[in-house]
């Protein structure tokens, strides 16, 4: 059987959610929770309708899929989940978008930036923040210490 060509197809959305709570949970446990709250708010027959699934995990970050329209009533469902195998968790929408890779973009890990090395007071009045490609960056006391 062939495949639909993309004109026939479901069209779907994607959303960055960020997970807020004291562990991070699997993607597995992310995918159940997902399903369950979707089921208990809209039913059996708005899950099948909505198409809702994770598809990339990362940390505290995940991306949810659904089928377009239906954004909203995904960021409703999950916004009701108070907890993830046990422990409290709260999931907080961050942005919607047609394709996983500009969402991706919008991920701020919290990893360390290894092209930049510390800073240096320089003559009391500016830091010098020299990185790798020589480039300086200038920092005023007045952009450190903010009164």
Same mark, same amino acid.
């Given at each position: 059987?062939?495949?639909?060509?993309?004109?026939?197809?479901?069209?779907?959305? $994607?959303?960055?959610?960020?997970?807020?709570?004291?562990?991070?949970?699997?993607?597995?446990?992310? $995918?159940?929770?997902?399903?369950?709250?979707?089921?208990?708010?809209?039913?059996?027959?708005?899950?099948?309708?909505?198409?809702?699934?994770?598809?990339?995990?990362?940390?505290?970050?995940?991306?949810?899929?659904?089928?377009?329209?239906?954004?909203?009533?995904?960021?409703?469902?999950?916004?009701?989940?108070?907890?993830?195998?046990?422990?409290?968790?709260?999931?907080?929408?961050?942005?919607?978008?047609?394709?996983?890779?500009?969402?991706?973009?919008?991920?701020?890990?919290?990893?360390?930036?290894?092209?930049?090395?510390?800073?240096?007071?320089?003559?009391?009045?500016?830091?010098?923040?020299?990185?790798?490609?020589?480039?300086?960056? $200038?920092?005023?006391?007045?952009?450190?210490?903010?009164?």
């Amino acid at each position: 059987m062939r495949p639909l060509p993309p004109t026939l197809r479901e069209n779907r959305r $994607y959303v960055l959610f960020r997970i807020l709570g004291g562990t991070v949970p699997t993607q597995k446990e992310v $995918y159940h929770m997902v399903a369950d709250s979707v089921t208990a708010l809209f039913g059996d027959a708005g899950a099948a309708e909505m198409h809702p699934a994770v598809v990339w995990s990362d940390g505290d970050y995940v991306i949810a899929r659904c089928t377009r329209g239906f954004e909203q009533s995904l960021i409703a469902a999950l916004s009701l989940v108070t907890k993830i195998a046990g422990e409290p968790a709260a999931f907080r929408s961050m942005a919607t978008s047609g394709t996983i890779l500009s969402l991706r973009e919008k991920v701020v890990l919290e990893k360390p930036d290894a092209e930049t090395f510390p800073g240096y007071l320089c003559s009391g009045k500016k830091i010098d923040n020299l990185s790798k490609d020589n480039a300086h960056r $200038y920092l005023t006391r007045d952009d450190i210490i903010k009164e």
